[in-house]
């Protein structure tokens, strides 16, 4: 029988797996609402220039500019900010299951994530993901956005791991589609216990009762 080949590196997305999405529709239409904004205009701006925005092309600003004070408004930019920001939440057994796995197994950690500058390092500070995470592969950084399959081959030459040693969690069909189709084994994140028993049965066993040493 054919050995299964051992994985040595993990890809990760950020948004509705480690961490709550940081700005989707929901929080959009959130935004909406308490700031009593038109919906459907403020979405359909968002839209027009959210490929911009999540590659770095365009500032926070820039983007405020365009989608929501484009005309005078009762609240401040300082108030908008600060709402955007605080609709991020950890999943915290995520985010400690990815950590036990990386001491366990020695596992490279790299995330793979669509987000854009600035909502993508408060994130990472607030939440310490970089206490963990070995590189990020995000939007913001290099230009380019899922479902483009070249930010899955940049991560593949930065994490310095052939697709057959990478598993990818997503939550995004579309998303595990394009990896798997690049030779990245991929599991589809609907929830904490369905994606502990797919990593166990590719050799990545949680243990919740093994006790390791962090830095």
């Not at 770095?56 to 108030?79: A, M, W």
């Not at 990478?166 to 929830?191: C, D, K, W």
């Amino acid at each position: 029988m054919k050995k299964a080949t051992a994985i040595t590196c993990l890809f990760l997305d950020i948004g509705g797996v480690l961490l709550t999405d940081g700005w989707d529709h929901h929080a959009r239409k959130r935004a909406a609402a308490r700031f009593r904004l038109e919906s459907a205009e403020m979405e359909g701006r968002h839209h027009l220039i959210s490929d911009s925005y999540e590659q770095g092309k365009l500032t926070l600003e820039e983007y405020l500019d365009l989608v929501v004070f484009y005309e005078k408004r009762t609240f401040t930019r300082s108030q908008f900010r600060r709402f955007m920001f605080e609709q991020s939440k950890p999943y915290p057994e995520m985010i400690a299951l990815i950590r036990r796995l990386k001491v366990r197994y020695g596992l490279k950690i790299v995330v793979v994530s669509n987000e854009a500058r600035e909502l993508n390092a408060y994130r990472i500070r607030t939440f310490k993901l970089d206490g963990f995470v070995d590189a990020f592969i995000s939007s913001c950084f290099v230009h380019v956005r899922k479902p483009d399959a070249d930010i899955f081959r940049l991560a593949l030459d930065i994490a310095q791991a052939p697709a057959r040693q990478v598993v990818y969690i997503e939550n995004t069909p579309m998303f595990v589609q394009v990896a798997e189709g690049l030779g990245i084994r991929s599991i589809l994140h609907t929830e904490y216990n369905s994606t502990c028993a797919k990593l166990a049965s590719l050799g990545l066993r949680n243990d919740e009762d093994v006790r390791h040493e962090t830095s």
